[in-house]
């Protein structure tokens, strides 16, 4: 029986508390409080801003913020490195890969898991100069693949999974783990408001293109009195697009809230008649999801990665292939009331699929089988298919009283192995802890 808690490294470039963390941090960072609260010990070595202690505990997650920008790089894999050469090392890391890797697995001396939401190729030269754009993608799409060959990844869509195997990735290492979804609370019963509204949710940034929206209500407002527009979220772009609502003559129609709380967010959600998303890219859309779980249907470009994925095509929301087509799928919404709420009946269904538990526990027993030395898997979610196996090599068992016990004995080999029973974690986790805290 194993009795040390599994040590977890995240190397992410922010963490939520980042005037620019969006849906990458959330997400990591919704698994990592999972596997603390399942008895791993987890550290996120992520990038300071100002107003954070370079030391933070959060649920339970210890957060180590040093470097900015770009310095975070060096200032993560130095910290790594260190810990190694202590003999203080994490058992496996996770490398999130936002464009560009920390590539840990060059300092660590551990198994390292790479996590990507999405291949950057049409991003690079939306926020960088061509030669900057250049760079960036070779090191995405020619040295990554190279340096990290062998290595579990972890795809949060089948559209992202796809593209890596385009870069050279092979498709039996790459499991896909969605987003989950937050359930909408028992009894949370907010209107839909009476004059038509759109929203759209993320951080304000310009593969974000937000423009879209504003150009879609310039485009419909004389047509659908009353129509407005809700901009969720901020960023270092929020200037640029007040500006032009103010060019477009819609600054008057758009409310820009800033960022809101988790409440208010749901309930300005819930009021919408319509979602727009007309990222760039996005591995997989977290934001339609939420807005379907209130029965809002999303309308996206079929271009934008994840967003095929998270919106079914005509059932629950609709895909575009251009800004004309954002703007006529939107009139036609806004007209059909029957097909606008059947769309978001189905949206309802849909996001029900996805479990935030699931995706943390299926998360944990690859990190486990990396940990144990197994060969990386390619797995179904079980969010997307309940009956499926959770994964090759690794079989969990959650006894009568909740507790988890993860089988890491290989069945191809039938190797004797170790039963992980992660009830028994927790304890020795806190201890741990509280030990290096002092």
């Known amino acids: 029986m194993q009795t040390r808690p599994l040590r977890v490294a995240v190397l992410n470039w922010r963490d939520t508390t980042h005037p620019e963390g969006g849906g990458s941090e959330r ?85 390292v898991v790479v996590l990507v939401h999405h291949v950057h190729r049409e991003q690079w030269g939306v926020v ?156 997989w859309g977290l934001m339609v999801v939420e807005a379907g779980a209130h029965g809002v249907p999303a309308i996206a470009y079929a271009s934008a990665g994840g967003l095929a994925e998270s919106i079914s095509h005509g059932r629950t929301g609709l895909l575009v292939d251009d800004l004309d087509g954002l703007v006529e799928a939107t009139r036609a919404l806004l007209r059909d009331r029957a097909h606008r709420e059947a769309l978001g009946d189905a949206a309802r269904a849909h996001g029900g699929h996805f479990s935030w538990r699931t995706a943390s526990t299926s998360m944990h027993l690859l990190l486990r089988r990396a940990a144990a030395g197994l060969p990386p898997t390619s797995v179904v979610d079980p969010t997307a298919a309940p009956n499926q196996r959770v994964t090759d090599g690794v079989r969990m068992h959650r006894r009568d009283d909740g507790s988890i016990v993860v089988d890491l004995r290989d069945p191809s080999r039938h190797a004797d192995g170790t039963l992980v029973d992660l009830t028994t974690l927790e304890a020795a986790a806190e201890q741990e802890a509280r030990t290096e805290s002092e």
């Open 128 to 283: 960088f100069g061509r030669a900057m754009a250049a760079v960036g993608w070779a090191l995405e799409s020619r040295l990554s693949p190279r340096v990290h060959r062998g290595c579990q990844y972890v795809a949060v869509s089948d559209v992202t999974r796809q593209e890596l195997v385009g870069l050279g990735v092979a498709e039996p290492a790459i499991a896909v783990v969605h987003n989950g979804t937050r359930p909408v609370p028992a009894g949370f019963g907010v209107p839909r408001d009476v004059d038509p509204s759109l929203v759209v949710l993320g951080r304000l940034v310009p593969h974000k293109r937000v423009e879209h929206a504003l150009q879609v209500l310039a485009v419909l407002r004389d047509e659908f009195p009353g129509l407005n527009l809700r901009v969720i979220g901020d960023g270092w772009w929020r200037e640029e697009l007040e500006a032009e609502a103010a060019r477009l003559g819609v600054a008057d129609d758009v409310h820009f809230t800033g960022f809101v709380d988790e409440t208010t967010k749901e309930e300005l959600l819930a009021r919408s008649w319509l979602m727009l998303a007309p990222s760039v890219k996005e591995g």
């Open 27 to 111: 997400y990591i960072e919704r698994i990592a409080a999972d596997l603390v609260a399942d008895g791993c010990r987890v550290e996120v070595l992520c990038s300071k801003h100002p107003g954070v202690p370079r030391r933070l505990r959060r649920d339970g997650i210890l957060f180590r913020h040093a470097g900015g920008r770009w310095s975070v790089y060096p200032a993560a894999l130095l910290r790594l490195l260190g810990q190694r050469l202590r003999g203080k090392g994490p058992d496996v890391v996770i490398d999130v890969h936002n464009g560009i890797p920390f590539f840990a697995r060059l300092v660590a001396g551990r198994p």
